[in-house]
């Protein structure tokens, strides 16, 4: 049935499958990171630290990997962030004594460094499978990669806290480790040598020299992620273990069904946001504002004592189905005003800015929930998100001007 596909969709499947796995222990491995760390003890800032490495290098990867994979191929590495995700997961699997805070940050450092490898290769093949003239096509394809992506990485927050309650922190690690490694080697055979290799090499200075439009989507993706993860990264699965009482499956359940509706959000965003590749800036301008609401309304919730279950339970699933539309508008527009020649060099400089954001909001998701509780980590939110939405307000209209049908 494969062979009869055509080559660019054996591609586009065999990226979207590498993708998928990777993502499935990505997500299981944060949910398992701070679960059990939280339950040897540590504070919520200490957890936090944890992923400094983790989002610290995803920066400097995303920059640097769209630069080789402009020169290497995209194959290569989308394959490298295959193998070092196993290696860090190995490195997981040392005596309990050995796992010290500087240790599980080293592993946290390879596994960003892997899934920004990952993510920007799996963002710039598309670019490559679809012609430029058909724009509709390509914001369908990109939101089903983003979507079907974090689907997945719910899913995998579901099953880190499973197998840590079923298997523990070592025989979960090892059946993950086990699995990407057999993707990793089929990948190796059947992924296309030659994609994303640019015809003209890219020079190193090149890294930082981009158009107005490339910095402004990356600004407004730093200041987006931000506002998710200043709130949802720590300070949510500590609140819901230390002050609801869950236990860690519900805590990796809860935060899972979250995911897999916010991925099912983006991949039918093509849907919902009215033909958004006809006139993108104005719909990201409206779905940001809407977005900028809802932490606030549910930092009203729980500034008013309102019940805490229910509230977070509405509030959070507001916020990620505006959230959702809001990244997949994003992600069309880096893949859509990128270069074709090159295409990973865009793409990682925005993702670049990206992890950044992350990274922001892992730090201060620690240490504003420690220091100020959930309610000052949702009004940063909102600001955050409302000066997204401005930054991508000065967006320039796409040249040349294509016929989007």
Not at 34 to 57: C, D, N, T, W
Not at 128 to 140: I, S
Not at 343 to 361: C, E, K
């Amino acid at each position: 049935m494969l062979a009869k596909l055509s080559p660019a969709i054996r591609q586009y499947l065999l990226v979207t499958g590498n993708y998928w796995a990777f993502t499935l222990t990505d997500g299981a491995l944060r949910m398992l990171v701070v679960l059990h760390f939280h339950q040897l003890g540590y504070s919520a800032l200490e957890v936090a630290m944890l992923f400094l490495f983790y989002e610290f290098f995803g920066v400097v990867t995303n920059l640097f990997g769209g630069w080789l994979g402009a020169r290497w191929g995209l194959n290569r590495t989308m394959n490298i962030g295959l193998g070092l995700q196993v290696l860090a997961l190995g490195m997981l699997l040392v005596p309990p004594a050995w796992l010290t805070v500087l240790w599980v940050m080293a592993a946290q450092a390879l596994s960003g460094i892997a899934k920004d490898l990952n993510k920007m290769s799996a963002k710039s093949t598309i670019k490559l499978l679809v012609p430029d003239n058909q724009q509709g096509q390509l914001y369908k394809w990109v939101a089903i990669l983003t979507g079907s992506k974090n689907t997945l990485k719910g899913v995998g927050f579901f099953l880190g806290g499973l197998l840590l309650t079923v298997l523990g922190f070592q025989g979960a690690v090892l059946a993950m480790a086990l699995m990407l490694l057999v993707v990793w080697l089929l990948s190796l055979v059947f992924l296309r040598r030659d994609a994303g290799v640019a015809k003209n090499k890219p020079k190193f200075k090149e890294l930082l020299s981009k158009s107005r439009a490339i910095n402004i989507l990356a600004a407004a993706r730093f200041l987006l992620f931000g506002a998710r993860d200043v709130w949802f990264v720590v300070a949510l699965p500590v609140f819901l273990a230390s002050q609801l009482g869950w236990d860690h499956w519900q805590v990796g359940g809860f935060l899972a069904a979250w995911v897999i509706g916010y991925g099912f959000v983006q991949g039918v965003a093509p849907r919902v946001t009215a033909r958004a590749e006809v006139s993108p800036r104005r719909q990201a301008v409206v779905w940001g504002a809407l977005l900028s609401v809802s932490p606030l309304l549910l930092a009203a919730a729980l500034w008013q004592s309102a019940p805490i279950a229910a509230s977070i339970t509405l509030g959070l699933g507001l916020f990620g189905v505006l959230f959702a539309v809001n990244s997949s508008l994003h992600s069309y527009l880096i893949v859509a005003y990128a270069r074709a020649d090159g295409v990973s060099l865009d793409v990682g400089f925005y993702y670049m800015a990206n992890a950044a954001g992350r990274l922001l909001g892992t730090v201060l998701s620690g240490w504003i929930y420690q220091s100020y509780g959930l309610v000052a980590c949702l009004l940063i939110s909102a600001a955050l998100v409302l000066l997204s939405t401005l930054a991508i307000s000065g967006l320039p209209s796409r040249e040349p001007t294509q016929s989007l049908k």
